[in-house]
């Protein structure tokens, strides 16, 4: 009998050891990566908690927060064999990363309020921030968790025990008490004690700007924005004749509208610069600017060499932006030629992307795809070349402009290097080759009323027919709606549309599934208090009337905002009559939660069959109007 059980349990060891491998579908190893460890995510299909199938075409990683700033926040994982996998190396500034994989409309994630996570290590503890940082992530891992705080709070505690002076988290946990504190007093207490950690943070050096950085964000965490003017002015009066201090001067003296007194305050800040000094670009680029706009090619050049003295990722933009300024005011041709130069011989090198600072790693470029860098560089290149035509063309050298000007235009169809080859050719008598350099511009975005109008003049002056230029934009209004089509075609969503019972009209009635059933329901929701909300009014108001009477399509202008009653909707279509959209209040808490938005305005669109097609979230200008309209059509025409 003995024997029996002996040989079960030996049978079922590899039963457990089975399913235990299989009981996770992802791995990520080392499980404890340090900085410039190659870390390795796997995904099984097979395990037990799986919820990607096998037979998926693609599966994602998605970072949720991630400090890995040279990736991308959606990395594809490649098959191999049974498994998907992806590999990337923590950089030298990771510290913390949260992520999820999805494939579809299928997501892998260990639980419903938590996502995988890939803290770094140094050795056997966490590197600093890490746990910080993995405080921060609780709130898009698990935002409505009533414990919310309180685990952020456990996190921030443990990040400093292991490095005390991390400023950041002790502003980050008092933020947290604040968040929690149950009377007025107690909240105050707390308020008073960041503000003592960061009135001490600015003591530690008052005129260094990243220190001066850290402070300001201090106040903007526990919400106290109006203070950071208050800080300028202390460092203006205390250290006057420090670098920031200038910058910050400068930038009040900057807005003065009496350019003599403006000019004369601005180079008396310079009276004790010494070269080489930070905190004065500021001063040199106004003084820049006047004295180019003023004609004074000796101290605008002066100025101008103040701002390119210190090598940064951003100084092929401050070259070109130099000889930008000199072109657009017709100084000093050969220094604009020489300043577009050197900024082509850093162009491979040309900021795309997010580039961030930190002291203590210095600049950090984000993930930018090959194909987009490639393209922002040839842009680039483009407009530098014709930068130089434009300024050859002043010192009378209309061969070399040209020249210039066809290899700008053969190597990208950008806006800044087409306008100036167009203004080149114009220039040289030839109003055709211009007309077909603006053309190329219009043809990838229409609505380019600038470009339009430049376009039109050069048609003009080789085919003086009104006639074939309406033609002309009549086929540009077509195109702009067939690219708008096909491109909305490929943003249809088909989820299921939100459960509305919230909603009620201004009598109080409640909307009913009825109501909407079989029809297109385009959903707003704005509020009183919201300015691009009544930004976004005209052109939604055109689209109402458009649609007002097709019996297949439905509009509902839903008052969603915080702070808003009924009432206040109610005043608000007394007090603007011009609208005549019907209007509806939302009672429903969690409408943003079933619609899927956090900022007004939104605009929803459900089909004929309650799905929900299209989401817009923010104000989109003008386009609104007409990408709205196309979103209808291609419903109607289902």
């Known amino acids: 009998m003995l024997l029996i059980k002996k040989m079960c349990f030996a049978l079922l060891l590899p039963l457990f050891a089975l399913l235990q491998a299989r009981g996770q579908a992802v791995t990520i190893n080392p499980a404890r990566p340090q900085r410039g460890d190659k870390v390795t995510v796997t995904y099984d299909p097979a395990a037990a908690d799986a919820k990607i199938n096998a037979g998926v075409p693609a599966v994602t990683l998605v970072f949720t927060f991630s400090t890995f700033y040279d990736l991308p926040y959606k990395m594809p994982l490649e098959k191999s064999g049974a498994v998907w996998t992806t590999s990337f190396t923590a950089g030298r500034f990771a510290t913390f990363a949260t992520f999820y994989l999805e494939s579809g409309e299928l997501i892998q994630q260990p639980a419903a309020d938590k996502h995988y996570v890939i803290p770094v290590y140094e050795g056997s503890r966490r590197v600093k921030s890490s746990l910080l940082h993995e405080a921060y992530s609780l709130s898009a891992q698990s935002p409505k968790a009533p414990d919310l705080q309180q685990r952020k709070q456990l996190l921030l505690k443990e990040e400093l025990k292991n490095n005390p002076d991390n400023y950041e988290a002790k502003v980050a946990l008092l933020t947290t008490k604040m968040a929690i504190a149950k009377t007025p007093a107690e909240k105050l207490m707390y308020r008073k004690q960041a503000r003592k950690v960061i009135a001490a943070k600015l003591e530690e050096n008052p005129t260094l700007p990243g220190n001066v950085n850290k402070v300001t964000m201090g106040y903007l965490m526990i919400g106290e924005k109006t203070r950071l003017d208050s800080v300028r002015k202390v460092i203006m009066m205390r250290f006057p004749e420090a670098d920031i201090s200038k910058d910050l001067r400068a930038a009040l003296i900057g807005r003065e509208q009496d350019s003599p007194a403006r000019t004369a305050k601005l180079e008396a800040l310079l009276k004790d610069d010494k070269p080489g000094e930070e905190g004065s670009g500021t001063v040199h680029n106004l003084l820049f600017e006047h004295y180019a706009a003023a004609k004074d090619s000796v101290k605008a050049l002066v100025h101008a060499a103040k701002l390119v003295t210190k090598t940064n990722p951003y100084t092929p933009t401050s070259l070109k932006d130099i000889a930008m300024t000199l072109t657009k005011n017709k100084i000093a041709p050969a220094a604009a030629i020489s300043y577009a130069g050197r900024s082509l011989s850093m162009v491979q090198d040309w900021p795309v ?98 470009v339009l109008k430049t376009a039109k003049l050069n048609f003009l002056k080789f085919n003086p027919s009104q006639v074939q230029f309406n033609q002309k934009v009549t086929e540009l209004e077509r195109l702009e709606i067939d690219q708008l089509t096909a491109k909305i075609k490929t943003q249809l969503m088909h989820k299921p549309g939100p459960e509305l019972s919230g909603l009620v009209n201004l009598q109080g009635e409640p909307v009913t599934a009825e109501m909407m059933k079989g029809k297109i329901v385009i959903l707003d929701f704005w509020a009183t208090w919201c300015v691009p909300c009544m930004q976004e009014m005209p052109y939604f108001h055109k689209v109402y009337e458009k649609y007002r009477n097709n019996p297949e399509v439905m509009f509902m202008v839903v008052n969603s905002g915080s702070n808003n009653t009924i009432e206040d909707a109610r005043k608000w279509k007394s007090q603007n009559p011009q609208y005549t959209f019907p209007l509806y209040f939302n009672n429903d808490k969690n409408i943003g939660e079933k619609v ?30 007409k990408k709205l309209g196309v979103e209808i059509e291609i419903l109607l025409n289902k």
Do not use: C, H, M
């Open 353 to 450: 992307g997010i580039i961030r600072y930190f002291p203590e790693f210095g600049y950090i470029p984000s993930y930018v795809a090959d194909s987009v860098r490639k393209q922002a560089v040839a842009e680039a290149k483009s407009a530098l070349l014709s930068l130089q035509g434009l300024n050859y063309l002043e010192q009378g050298n209309r061969s070399k402009a040209l020249e210039l000007a066809r290899e700008a235009q053969s190597l990208s169809s950008g806006r800044e290097g087409l306008l100036n080859t167009a203004e080149i050719y114009a220039a040289t008598g030839s109003p055709q080759q211009a007309f077909d350099a603006l053309w190329l511009l219009l043809l990838k975005n229409p609505t380019d009323s600038a």
């Open 596 to 625: 899927g938005f956090a900022l007004i305005p939104t605009i929803a669109v459900i089909d004929q069959s309650g799905l929900l097609q299209f989401r817009t979230v923010g104000f989109e200008g003008e386009i609104l109007q």
